[in-house]
């Protein structure tokens, strides 16, 4: 599991941690680099989803265990679970009928 490193920052950051990796690629390696702006952070990284992410530290054994604890709606952790499954940023593994969510990998945000 490749850990992610998340860098917020506006085009030019983007361009110059561009050129670090060209020039000094091995301070990159092993992990997944990815910059976005800080407007598109807030639409991924919500409160919520930020709290799931936290929450899974925990290792709940299932989704009513994290809903239990995030004490949301079923529906509401749900709908943020699957997105953030879509955003590859955590696993879903079903084990019967219960979907048990884990971290896809280690994320690092740096501002």
């Known amino acids: 599991m490749k850990p992610v490193?998340?860098?917020l920052g506006d085009e030019a950051f983007s361009d110059k941690l561009s050129k670090d990796i060209w020039t000094s690629p091995d301070k990159f390696v092993g992990q997944l680099t990815v910059t976005?702006?800080?407007e598109l952070f807030t639409k991924i990284f919500t409160k919520e989803r930020l709290r799931i992410l936290k929450a899974l530290e925990k290792s709940p054994e299932s989704v009513?265990?994290?809903v239990a604890v995030l004490d949301r709606?079923?529906?509401a952790v749900s709908?943020?679970?699957s997105y953030l499954s879509a955003m590859g940023i955590?696993?879903?593994e079903k084990n019967g009928?219960?979907?048990i969510p884990t971290r896809a990998s280690e994320i690092s945000i740096t501002i």
Do not use: A, G, M
């Open 90 to 92: 955590i696993n879903l």
């Open 97 to 99: 009928k219960e979907r």
């Open 79 to 81: 709908r943020d679970l």
């Open 36 to 38: 976005v702006s800080p």
């Open 64 to 66: 009513n265990e994290l």
């Open 73 to 75: 709606p079923r529906e």
């Open 5 to 7: 490193r998340i860098y």
